[in-house]
């Protein structure tokens, strides 16, 4: 009885393993997509502000 019952334990452990490591893996991947979009946001910001400058200072854009 007592063997039956470390088997059950064990894949009911197994299975909040996975269901940690799938959720670690998803929290991964959305922290990745939010930085990517900042990053983008960032270097779009920093264009902008170039672009300005350049024609604020009488420079031709082309």
Known sequence: ?????????????QKVLWFCAIGTAIS?????????AQNRQRAMNQGLKALD???S??????
């Open 1 to 13: 009885m007592v063997g039956s019952r470390g088997v059950v334990g064990e894949k009911w452990s």
């Open 28 to 36: 991964l991947y959305m922290v990745a997509v939010e930085r990517q």
């Open 53 to 55: 400058s350049k024609t």
């Open 57 to 62: 200072s009488g420079g031709e854009v082309v």
